[in-house]
């Protein structure tokens, strides 16, 4: 589910809350109060409430991750988080604290609210041993008060079949390969097990529980949310593995008498070239559709090289920020990704809120492996939280953050030369909201 905040926190150079404030408590809700919570939820939203929505959240509530500020018995605002499986360059993962669901009333904006809940939710998160916390930001704004910076990008393309042929010749393909269509009870069945494999291939993936699979199948639908089931398709090689899926839709427009179709790509996994390859050929040859619309690919996905023409690709979304990242435990976090290139760098991290606070020695072996500690040694570069979790994942770098007045050079050289330690192979990315 998509993560907001209409309401922000309190002024972060004031150090106090507004008058009054001391009056709404912050605490976690019972099972019994869903409904008036996940009615705070849709008012904080600027969506009617539905009825049944409160037996779907029922679905997500755990003791102590559903919180509220309650003023006078009425929730006015709200907060949520569960635990996840984050992929990080090299294909480890750590155990990440996913917020979600943050909403502050029109009413009780500016009293600290959403600083409170942020603060409680992260202290329980660090010591349920989460290296970092992540979101997804409506509003650019907010969170970087909170450490948190933007750490995977989306990125989507429109395909105009008018000005290509599909793809080019001689691309790779896989011998006794096959593509099928399948029902949403098999994706069910064979898409959790696809993705486990897919996800540690790229650094910012997240893993994909029980319910996610229910609602994206239809077999769970979100209140207040029109679901139309989608085609899916599966590729397998020539043992019958399953090596790739694409799910999508298809509008039904017609100029005239002439089909003037778009389909849209709304899930699309691939473990290798070839099978990528075999899927796009697939989309591009589709009967009635004359354009293909990609809403969400990695932003360094070779897409439109793959083309006959690749000025037939049009950004369709363009490097939007996605996922953001705080990291709660540098050691545990920094620790747990690979490296491009050995060498040693002393970051000095400034957070107002603590838990990556002080200086830091980046030290990467030639295999590509490293280890961050505290040290006492002299700063080559210094940033913010924010920027520390921007990073993390290869979705930004430190020259273009050192450019932007972002990172501080102490010691030159530092830029570049922390720049091909953090460099990944690919850019993280994350393809599912939350």
Not at 112 to 140: F, H, N, P, Q, T
Not at 212 to 228: A, C, L, N, S, Y
Request: one cysteine or more; hydrophobic letters at 45%; charged letters at 25%.
């Amino acid at each position: 589910m998509g993560n907001d905040a209409n309401g922000g926190p309190r002024d972060p150079g004031s150090g106090r809350l507004d008058e009054g404030a001391g009056a709404v408590e912050i605490r976690a809700i019972a099972e019994d109060e869903i409904e008036p919570w996940d009615r705070a939820l849709a008012l904080g939203f600027l969506r009617p409430h539905v009825e049944s929505a409160a037996d779907y959240r029922r679905l997500q509530w755990e003791p102590g991750r559903l919180l509220a500020a309650v003023d006078d018995g009425r929730f006015v605002a709200t907060f949520r988080s569960f635990d996840v499986e984050l992929t990080v360059p090299g294909g480890a993962v750590v155990p990440a604290n996913a917020i979600t669901s943050v909403t502050v009333s029109a009413t009780h904006r500016r009293r600290g609210l959403l600083r409170r809940m942020m603060s409680a939710d992260l202290a329980g998160a660090r010591a349920r041993g989460a290296a970092v916390a992540i979101l997804i930001a409506a509003e650019y704004n907010i969170y970087g008060r909170y450490g948190f910076g933007p750490a995977t990008r989306g990125h989507g393309w429109n395909v105009d079949l008018h000005r290509t042929r599909g793809l080019r010749a001689g691309l790779p393909t896989v011998p006794g390969g096959r593509i099928d269509f399948a029902s949403m009870a098999e994706m069910r069945k064979l898409g959790p097990e696809l993705h486990d494999r897919w996800r540690l291939t790229q650094p910012g993936a997240l893993a994909r529980d029980e319910l996610w699979w229910k609602r994206q199948t239809g077999e769970i639908k979100v209140p207040g949310f029109d679901w139309k089931e989608p085609f899916a398709a599966l590729h397998r090689d020539a043992a019958g593995t399953v090596t790739g899926a694409v799910v999508y839709k298809v509008d039904d427009n017609w100029d005239g008498s002439y089909p003037n179709c778009t389909l849209t790509v709304l899930d699309f996994l691939a473990l290798d070239r070839a099978t990528a390859c075999a899927l796009w050929q697939f989309v591009f040859s589709v009967d009635w559709v004359r354009k293909v619309v990609v809403e969400n690919i990695g932003p360094d996905d070779p897409l439109p090289l793959l083309l006959e023409d690749p000025r037939a690709a049009t950004p369709y979304v363009e490097n939007a920020d996605f996922t953001w990242l705080r990291v709660l435990d540098v050691e545990a976090a920094f620790d747990a990704r690979t490296y491009g290139a050995p060498g040693r760098v002393v970051l000095e991290v400034e957070d107002r809120e603590g838990w990556a606070a002080g200086r830091w020695a980046l030290e990467v072996a030639p295999d590509g492996t490293g280890r961050c500690t505290r040290t006492a040694d002299e700063a080559d570069l210094a940033l913010s939280a924010s920027q520390l979790g921007a990073l993390y994942l290869g979705g930004e770098t430190v020259p273009r953050l050192a450019a932007a007045g972002l990172v501080t050079e102490l010691r030159p050289g530092a830029v570049v030369a922390a720049d091909l330690l953090l460099r990944t192979p690919l850019a993280g990315w994350n393809p599912d909201g939350f």
